[in-house]
């Protein structure tokens, strides 16, 4: 086949805009890992299964491993990287922490990712609805339960308006 | 898993899009929609497109609107968007409920209408549910648009009426009264469905006046349970009629390593019979 | 002849009002995994780092008559193309601990005949991933097929294809070995109860693959090697001879593991292939495994076994004997020899008081990836092997499966099963007892009987079975009568540093982390020792090269090993400070005593030094000591197994192996749908006894995740190989891994049998949820299918196999 043409995506990540070069080809988690030095977002699987490289489109939760970068070109996309405030921790971060809603710590940012637009489109989420929900996402470690206990605690936090 | 390389543009229009292909059609272009099932089988490299005419940007193609009593979803309609679409809710309930059996959320979001049933997976919910709806494709081309009956649409495992050139445009589903129920056996939760099954039942006082089932899962295509439908047109279903009625059809589902073809009937006649059950008990609800 | 050393070590005083230890505090790992910074071995790049790509067999056995790489060696940003026959060339074959390496070769890329599909044939070396998967379809390889041997019991059949020619048979090992009077007590048996059971093969598949990034430095002759797999004083040696470098001039750094699960135990491959490539085009070089190199490729598939088991019985339930014939299909390769069995050996009769015991083991070698390590290595077969057995004997004898298994009990400890291996401590009753009021028994057992009424199918699934801890090393070799290497060493260290402020950093060896809690664990036993908060101690981890003798995580030891090791550690720490803070106050040693973070003289708090205090003197004011004491506050322990003995030369007895026996009790409750064959749960309670706890939490964590892997192998997971060896399950969509809607939420319950031995008598509990969970749903579905006349006796309980036992009991029963 001839040359493929690299093209321009221009993407705001965690509230900072970038435009990068790079063939069509390129898939989203490896733009944000190699061309914007992110590697809090990893890959897991590669074909859309295990949800471990899961980022925010326009709020949106997608699969960025299935995702070409040149897809997303103007979109806004929120990765792990930018939940934190600083030394503090988004609410979903510090009751995954007090939870115990890691073990190995690989799934946790496309699991938080999940669970932030669980919480943001639910503030009254119930455990039955977080267990559904996050079934997107597999975790190999904790069997889901303290996961499910985090993201309900976070919830009530968020909405209480006490993050 | 990294996909091969390929040549890519993103037209803003049919027309535009229309053209490229035609334009590139000796490199097997493609078109791309919301990538869910192309982007993994490419990872793969199962497929080699040599050029992707990506559809996200035409915006004529993102609509859900109305045509009388018919609705009207545009092919990049994101399945997240139209399962929550209150048009949809009304106008075809059925599809709004196999939706939700679509993967998992994440990919619903990249996922649209128009991709899941122009890629013709025979264990795809949105396959089934257009044949039982009696919905009709809208395909664009070079020649201009064709409409075509979902029951003429899909023609193989993967393969459509869709001609090279064209594009799917719209979706095209009439509203239709009764009872509507999409069920379906996945061994996981959002995996795959061993089987599907979409039903819509109508009465006039309890006896069934019209019936469409459609089977996802069980042939190289989507297919109407013609039997099961013509043992419950003018009856009065009780337990012992829909039993029988979900035994009728001959069905060989192909075995694989999720089931073999006798387990996978098991399953379908199983959930067949759960499918026209919960159908009759929403018919009889809206009564 | 059977003589063995029974003497155990002393029997400790434990501690009474524990601070630290006990408590559930927040992971200390934890903050850099939640911010995404966990820096994994894919989040690594070096300066000119190259990334390679291996391609896969598509056949499961064929010769290789040619390879052409031109086309691959001329593609954009390819720097290298390395063939199986070059690789041989290059480096050594894989070490293994199998019965007879040189005549079962196992090479970093196949040579002359591959042996399973995704066996690697070629490896790429390109500027990014993305070319160097280009390359690789450039590749043209010509393959002669040869028969694919898959079932393994047929594979040990007169005329089989044979999977390695040079061995002249499939069969890589079979003995059989007798413990206690067999034959006595098979023959005062009045019942004999028998069964064959079918264990199909998954595997650990963390979320992150294996991989490595190395370079190689030919100025010094150095290989540095990052890399999220484990182990210094076995996987060193591996790698370095593979490489023919010396050990010491290869450092092994470690990265955290994104899970293993088993599964990153000693896997050596990436690592060479890593190197090989480096040396070669002498730039750091990234190996990391996809998801189907991972699913085909990695080693680690898990057991695979074949049953024929006897239990000697008398008819009041009382169990005497067991004889236990089984085939192991050990895949192409047999890296870790027969050691699963070993496992099995360490609790072979659960916790049931049996005297003897025939065990035979015949290892199979067929056309699949070969086994590795996951999660209970072997173990977890057994206990689901015995469940399933005394449980058919309950049925048989028409005996109360909870009290037919409470009759069997052991209840005096330390307790010597026949094969030699002992027993510590534990309390099986108590276990039980909480499991059935946890688990509501009583009222399941009667929502079953209303449910039978309606014709739904509940089960219950009760299990009593052991969790052992801490391996040793003599479960490798004491199959063979001559072993090659009967290692003894399995050690883990930790250096613990006070500085100038009294601040504590504790380093760590080896590659502890996988997703168990090492720096927590360490950070919680420092706390209890010194009075400090937990979160105050930092971890850092050392490279092999300047590392102590460590091993790392595997057979559930790392807690209990670095406990050990951090007690140590701290007593030649804490006898410095003393002998510091006695001349600084001018008082006798003798008189002193650690009081809340410092040293003081008995009943006068007032003449006192903290430990910050002490370690300010010790750093800065060299001249305020005798002239012996050397400046600083820093030692190390280099912690052995605490309690293992030899075989016996007869190998009638085996020695201590496995001394630190956890137990468990888990009570799934279950409805099947006849209809579909598929199971869900209403209900899941387990209680384990991991002896004492250091954070509850932490444990808790692993026996919910360990019982959602135990739901994967009972009820979904299997490696499906077809009848021409074709892997049917290369991928995520056939492979099915459990997601939060299969995995119920779980009662947890802990009971606390202090082990004698050990630190604060903590025992491992990392394995214990996969050991219980298969065994208790099998026993729960067939409790459930009962009525029907339906007995699973092959896991996973697919609804193709449950629907197929149906089936056949239904047709059984119409023309019956």
């Known amino acids: 086949m001839s040359p493929v043409d690299k093209h321009d995506v221009t993407l705001t990540v965690n509230g900072r805009t970038s435009t990068v070069t790079v063939e069509p080809r390129k898939l989203l988690v490896d733009v944000l890992r190699e061309d914007l030095g992110l590697t809090g977002t990893h890959i897991g699987c590669e074909h859309g299964v295990c949800g471990t490289c899961t980022v925010l489109r326009d709020g949106a939760s997608i699969r960025s491993c299935t995702t070409f970068a040149v897809q997303v070109d103007g979109c806004e996309i929120r990765t792990v990287e930018g939940l934190a405030k600083g030394a503090e921790l988004h609410p979903l971060q510090d009751e995954f922490w007090d939870k115990q809603g890691l073990q190995c710590g690989y799934c946790t940012p496309g699991m938080l990712m999940r669970a932030c637009e669980i919480v943001e489109t639910n503030p009254d989420v119930t455990a039955a609805e977080v267990r559904e929900g996050i079934a997107s996402n597999i975790c190999r470690c904790t069997g889901y339960q303290f996961i499910t206990e985090a993201v309900c605690a976070a919830a009530v936090r968020m909405k209480a308006g006490n993050p | 898993m990294k996909p091969p390389p390929f040549h890519y543009a993103a037209p803003t229009s049919v027309a535009e899009a229309v053209a490229l292909l035609g334009e590139h059609a000796d490199e097997e272009a493609r078109v791309l929609a919301g990538g869910q099932s192309l982007v993994p089988l490419m990872n793969f490299r199962l497929a080699q497109p040599g050029h992707l005419i990506d559809l996200r940007r035409v915006e004529e193609l993102t609509r859900i609107g109305t045509d009388g009593d018919t609705l009207v979803i545009g092919a990049m309609v994101r399945q997240s968007h139209a399962e929550h679409a209150p048009e949809v809710a009304v106008g075809a309930p059925l599809l709004a409920e196999a939706l939700g059996y679509v993967a998992h959320p994440p990919i619903r979001n990249s996922g649209t209408v128009g991709g899941s049933i122009a890629h013709a997976d025979p264990s795809a919910e949105l396959p089934a549910v257009v044949l039982a709806l009696d919905a009709e494709l809208v395909v664009a081309g070079p020649q201009g648009d064709r409409t075509i009956p979902a029951a003429e649409f899909f023609r193989g495992p993967f393969s459509t009426a869709i001609e090279p050139g064209e594009i799917l445009t719209e979706v095209r589903i009439p509203r239709r009264d009764g009872g509507q129920a999409f069920v379906e056996f996945a061994r996981t939760h959002g995996n795959f469905a061993l089987v599907g099954v979409a039903t819509v039942i109508e009465l006039d006082g309890d006896t069934v006046t019209r019936v469409s089932i459609a089977l996802s899962g069980v042939a190289g295509t989507p297919v109407r349970a013609t039997a099961a439908e013509q043992a419950l047109v003018g009856t009065v279903p009780d337990d012992a009629s829909i039993r029988a009625a979900a035994a009728a059809d001959d069905l060989s589902p192909a075995g694989d390593v999720h089931g073999g073809t006798e387990t996978r009937t098991d399953i379908a006649r199983s959930y067949l019979r759960r499918g026209i059950e919960l159908a009759l008990q929403r018919a009889q609800d809206r009564r | 002849m059977t003589t063995v050393d029974r003497s155990a070590p002393p029997v400790r005083t434990h501690k009474e009002n524990r601070t630290w230890v006990g408590k559930s505090i927040r992971r200390v790992e934890d903050p850099k995994f939640l911010r995404g910074r966990g820096g994994y071995i894919g989040d690594m790049t070096l300066p000119g780092m190259l990334h390679a790509a291996v391609l896969r067999s598509p056949h499961a056995h064929a010769r290789i008559t040619a390879i052409d790489t031109a086309a691959a060696l001329a593609a954009p940003g390819v720097h290298d193309v390395i063939t199986g026959a070059r690789a041989a060339e290059l480096c050594d074959p894989l070490p293994d601990f199998g019965p007879n390496p040189a005549a079962h070769t196992w090479r970093c890329l196949a040579k002359d005949k591959v042996r399973y599909v995704g066996e690697g044939v070629a490896v790429v070396v390109a500027d990014s991933r993305y070319l160097a998967e280009d390359a690789l379809a450039l590749i043209d390889v010509e393959y002669e097929p040869l028969p694919a041997v898959v079932d393994p019991e047929r594979a040990l059949e007169d005329g089989a294809a044979l999977v390695h020619d040079d061995l002249g048979s499939n069969c890589a090992y079979e003995r059989t070995f007798q413990f206690g009077e067999v034959d006595r007590d098979f023959a005062e048996a009045e019942v004999i109860v028998t069964d064959r059971l079918r264990w199909h093969r998954s595997g650990g598949q963390p979320m992150e693959t294996v991989g490595a990034v190395a370079d190689f430095d030919h100025a010094t002759g150095e290989l540095t090697v990052h890399t999220n797999s484990l182990s210094f004083t076995s996987y060193l040696f591996m790698v370095a001879t593979t490489m023919r470098i010396p050990t010491n001039k290869l450092d092994i750094r470690p990265v955290p593991a994104g899970g293993s699960f088993g599964s990153k135990l000693f896997a050596t491959k990436p690592a060479v292939l890593a190197g090989m490539c480096s040396r070669e085009v002498g730039r750091p070089v990234q190996y990391l495994e996809d998801r189907v190199d991972n699913i085909s490729n990695c ?109 069997n009990f052991i209840r005096e400890f330390p307790h010597f099963i026949p094969t030699g291996n002992v027993y510590d401590s534990g309390d099986y009753d108590a276990v039980l007892d909480k499991a059935l009021d946890l688990s509501e028994y009583k009222h399941w057992r009667a929502e079953q009987a209303k449910a039978r009424e309606e014709g739904r199918y509940i089960g219950i699934g009760l299990i009593t079975a052991q969790e052992r801890s801490v391996f040793s090393a003599t479960e490798f070799w004491f199959w063979f009568d001559e072993p090659g290497a009967p290692v003894t060493s399995m050690p883990e260290s930790v250096t613990l540093k006070v500085d100038a402020t009294g601040g504590i950093t ?204 135990g739901i994967g192998t009972a009820l979904y997971e299997e490696y499906v190989y077809d009848d021409d060896g074709q892997l049917l399950t290369s991928s995520y969509l056939d492979y099915l891994i459990p997601s939060a809607m299969e995995v119920p939420e779980l009662k947890i319950g802990h009971h606390e049998t202090p082990s004698p031995y050990t630190l604060h008598g903590i025992k491992g509990g990392g394995e214990g949820g996969r050991m219980m969970a298969p065994a208790a749903i099998n026993v729960a579905v067939n409790d459930a299918l009962a009525p029907l006349g339906v007995r699973v006796t092959e896991l996973p309980m697919t609804p193709d196999r449950l629907r197929a036992a149906i089936r056949a009991a239904q047709t059984a029963r119409e023309s019956g």
């Open chain 3, 299 to 407: 080693d680690h598939h898990g057991s695979d076994r074949v049953y024929d088991v006897q239990l000697a019985m008398m008819r009041d339930g009382t169990m005497r004997g067991i004889k236990i014939d089984t085939v192991e299909d050990y895949g192409a390769y047999i890296q870790f020899g027969v050691g699963h069995h070993g496992n099995a050996l360490a609790q072979v009769v659960g916790p049931y008081t049996m005297t003897s015991v025939e065990y035979r083991v015949r290892a199979a070698l067929t056309n699949k990836n070969q086994q590795g390590a996951y999660r209970g290595f072997g173990s977890e077969v057994n206990n689901w092997m015995l469940e399933q057995i005394v449980d058919k004997a309950a049925r048989e004898l028409d005996l109360d499966p909870v009290e037919m298994r409470r009759r």
């Open chain 3, 506 to 709: 504790a380093t760590l060896y080896s590659c502890a982390f996988w997703g168990n809690s090492p720096e927590t664990m360490v950070a919680q036993l420092v706390a209890e020792e010194f009075d400090c908060d937990p979160h105050s101690v930092s971890i850092v981890y050392q490279g092999s090269k300047n590392g102590l003798p460590a091993t790392g995580p595997g057979g559930s030891r790392t807690t209990v090993m670095l406990a050990g090791a951090v007690e140590g550690a701290t007593a030649k720490i804490k006898a410095k400070a003393l002998r510091a803070a006695a001349h600084l106050l001018e008082a006798n040693p003798d008189d002193m005593e650690w009081v809340d973070g410092g040293y003081q003289v008995k009943g006068v708090p007032e003449q006192r030094k903290t430990l910050a205090e002490i370690a300010i003197m010790l750093h800065l004011f060299k001249h305020s000591f005798p002239e012996d004491m050397e400046s600083g506050l820093e030692d190390s322990k280099v912690f052995d197994h605490p309690y293992t003995t030899m075989p016996s030369a007869d190998r009638k007895d085996l020695g201590v192996f496995y001394p630190f026996m956890g137990h468990a009790c888990h009570v799934p409750v279950v409805e099947v749908d006849i209809e579909t064959g598929a199971v869900s749960f209403l209900a899941y309670a387990a209680v384990h006894d991991c002896g004492t706890l250091v954070n509850p939490r932490s444990l808790a964590g692993h026996i919910v995740g360990g019982t959602a892997q």
